[in-house]
C-alpha cells in the first residue's frame, strides 16, 4: 500500500481507538466507494467496517440488558440461556470471546449453545473455542466457521425441499424448512457440505412425512 492508504488506515484506527466509531464508518464507506480500491487494503477496510459495527451495536439503548446480565444468563437454566444466547447475537463478542470460550467448554445447553456458536461464526470472532456436548468434543476457530445461513449444504437442501414441496404442498415446506434450520444449527460447528445435501434434504421430508401421513407424501415423491 502507498503512502496515502497507509496515512488513511491509521487515522481510521486512531478514530476507532478514541471511540469515535460514526466517523470511523463513514471514512470507511467513503474509501470502498471509490472506483478503485487496493485488494489489501479493501480487505482491512472491510474488517475494520465490521468492528465498528460491533462496537456501536454494544450502545445499547437505554434498558437493554447489560453484557453482565446476559452473561449471567448463560449459567442458568435452559430457558435462561436460550434467551441471553439470543440476546447476545446484536453484542461484539471479540470483547466477551474467554467469557462464551468458558460457557462452551462448560457442557452448556445445546439450543443455546448453538445460537452462540452461529453468532461467534457471523461475527468471525478470532478465537479458538472447544464446545463440549453429549460428551464429546469440538474444537474450532471462530473466525473459520460456516454460519448457517452461508452453508452449502443448508442452501441446497433448502432448495431441494423447496422445488419439491412449495408449489403443491406449501405446509410440508414450511415443516420441513423449519426441521431443516434446527438441524442444520444444532450440528454447529460443524456444517453440511454441498454434496451432503440430497441426503439431508431426504431424511428432512421422511420425517415430517412419517409424522404427518404415515410416510405417504415420502413414498409419492420418491416415486416420480
Not at 75 to 95: I, V
Request: charged share 30%.
Amino acid at each position: 500500500m502507498g503512502g496515502y492508504y497507509e496515512e488513511t488506515l491509521e487515522e481510521i484506527e486512531k478514530l476507532i481507538s478514541e471511540g469515535h466509531y460514526e466517523a470511523a464508518g463513514l471514512m470507511i464507506d467513503k474509501e470502498l466507494s471509490m472506483p478503485y480500491v487496493p485488494e489489501e487494503f479493501e480487505r482491512k477496510m472491510q474488517a475494520l467496517k465490521k468492528e465498528t459495527a460491533w462496537r456501536l451495536s454494544d450502545r445499547r439503548p437505554s434498558g437493554e440488558r447489560s453484557i453482565g446480565s446476559i452473561l449471567a444468563g448463560l449459567k442458568k437454566k435452559p430457558e435462561d440461556q436460550l434467551a441471553a444466547a439470543s440476546a447476545l447475537s446484536g453484542r461484539n463478542l471479540r470483547e466477551i470471546r474467554q467469557e462464551l470460550a468458558s460457557y462452551l467448554a462448560g457442557d452448556p445447553y445445546p439450543e443455546a449453545a448453538s445460537l452462540v456458536i452461529e453468532a461467534i461464526a457471523e461475527q468471525e470472532v478470532p478465537e479458538e473455542f472447544t464446545y463440549v456436548k453429549d460428551g464429546l468434543e469440538y474444537t474450532f476457530w471462530g473466525d473459520s466457521l460456516t454460519p448457517v445461513s452461508e452453508s452449502a449444504g443448508f442452501l441446497r437442501a433448502d432448495r431441494i425441499l423447496k422445488d419439491q414441496l412449495a408449489n403443491d404442498h406449501p405446509d410440508y415446506y414450511e415443516m420441513c424448512r423449519t426441521l431443516l434450520i434446527h438441524e442444520v444449527f444444532m450440528y454447529l460447528p460443524l456444517s453440511y457440505e454441498e454434496e451432503e445435501a440430497e441426503g439431508l434434504a431426504e431424511g428432512i421430508l421422511k420425517e415430517v412425512s412419517t409424522l404427518m401421513d404415515d410416510g405417504e407424501l415420502y413414498r409419492e415423491i420418491k416415486n416420480l
